[in-house]
T-cell receptor, first 113, second 114 residues
Framework: NAGVTQTPKFQVLKTGQSMTLQCAQDMNHEYMSWYRQDPGMGLRLIHYSVGAGITDQGEVPNGYNVSRSTTEDFPLRLLSAAPSQTSVYFC????????????FGPGTRLLVL | AQTVTQSQPEMSVQEAETVTLSCTYDTSESNYYLFWYKQPPSRQMILVIRQEAYKQQNATENRFSVNFQKAAKSFSLKISDSQLGDTAMYFCAFSGGSNYKLTFGKGTLLTVNP
């Protein structure tokens, strides 16, 4: 049971490049989400999904796309990276029977030059 | 919209002593959950303790306990017998209703000194 996994751990992009941050969980959790962490800002919700085929926006969705084709995977796509997207990204998951405790992946550090 | 406020950006404590981290929140929800997460230098987000709003009894997990004051919308974390491994950023978080979205405070950096 690996829990929540994220790849890559670290990535450097140039402005305008695209990339996908991968997130997978093996706990059969219905709910998955993406957060970004910036210094002095705590974690802020980007997008979330309550099940396969269902996604919705969080607090800071601009510049990011998501899809959920399977229960296990929830990738986050940056179509045209900007320096403002330099951050640490966390994926999290939970199940409705877990009293809303969310389990986090190890994070992806992204640097956009 | 919910808000979570942590008014102490940094705190320090001597090893073996007790420290309390403050958190206040604002919500119109009647059913919600409150959490404290620990983030050590490894960056991993680790759940420390969880409190259900409908429970009057304060949650406790070993050396960690909370003081949940629902009317005051306050949710402080007490760490007893502080250890060097407790050095980390601590985040207070709120989840309301059934939407599972977490709203985080900005964090408190706790340093435990030997």
């Amino acid at each position: 049971n690996a829990g929540v996994t994220q790849t890559p751990k670290f990535q450097v992009l140039k402005t305008g490049q695209s990339m996908t941050l991968q997130c997978a969980q093996d706990m059969n959790h219905e709910y998955m989400s993406w957060y970004r962490q910036d210094p002095g800002m705590g974690l802020r919700l980007i997008h979330y999904s309550v099940g396969a085929g269902i996604t919705d926006q969080g607090e800071v969705p601009n510049g990011y796309n998501v899809s959920r084709s399977t229960t296990e995977d929830f990738p986050l796509r940056l179509l045209s990276a900007a320096p403002s997207q330099t951050s640490v990204y966390f994926c999290a998951s939970t199940t409705t029977s877990n009293q809303e405790t969310q389990y986090f992946g190890p994070g992806t550090r992204l640097l956009v030059l | 919209a919910q808000t979570v406020t942590q008014s102490q950006p940094e705190m320090s404590v001597q090893e073996a002593e007790t420290v309390t981290l403050s958190c206040t929140y604002d919500t119109s929800e009647s059913n919600y959950y409150l959490f404290w997460y620990k983030q050590p230098p490894s960056r991993q987000m680790i759940l420390v303790i969880r409190q259900e709003a409908y429970k009057q009894q304060n949650a406790t997990e070993n050396r960690f306990s909370v003081n949940f004051q629902k009317a005051a919308k306050s949710f402080s974390l007490k760490i007893s017998d502080s250890q060097l491994g407790d050095t980390a950023m601590y985040f207070c978080a709120f989840s309301g209703g059934s939407n599972y979205k977490l709203t985080f405070g900005k964090g408190t950096l706790l340093t435990v000194n030997p």
